[in-house]
């Protein structure tokens, strides 16, 4: 008898847990590029949040973005650079990173901007991106992997 009222209580509960007034959207991008001098990164995890309230459609969202370019020749050959400016355009979001330096260059040969802002339209979205050192620019395109 216990096993029956056991099994009519889980099949009274499934319908009621299986509404749901939430959906929720991950996403794990991982887009890359590189050049004879330049790897390029960009990770993003996001999680949408949609959410009815009161006949109303509510949205949040958590995103976190790294964006990396790393100069593969050694911090050795940025020495006497005076000017770094990197950046990328996702389409819904841009971020730069400008740097000068007075007397010795950067101290990493890594470039880094984190930032909670970002959403690849797809996953087969390309960020375009660019590095300009002391005014030589480089573009990237950098696509998922």
Known sequence: MKKIRLILLLIIMLPLTSCSNKDVI??????????????????????????????KLDYDCDTEVTFTAVYK?????????????????TGLSKSVLSEEYDEEGPYSNAFVIRSNCGLVANEDGIIKASISIDGDTETFELKNQ
């Open 26 to 55: 991950k996403h794990n991008y991982k887009l890359k590029d590189e050049s004879e001098l330049w790897k390029v990164y960009y990770l993003e995890k996001s999680v949408e949040t949609f959410t009815e309230k009161d006949g």
């Open 73 to 89: 020749n050694g911090l050795p050959a940025l020495a006497q650079v005076k000017k770094i400016e990197i950046g990328y355009d």
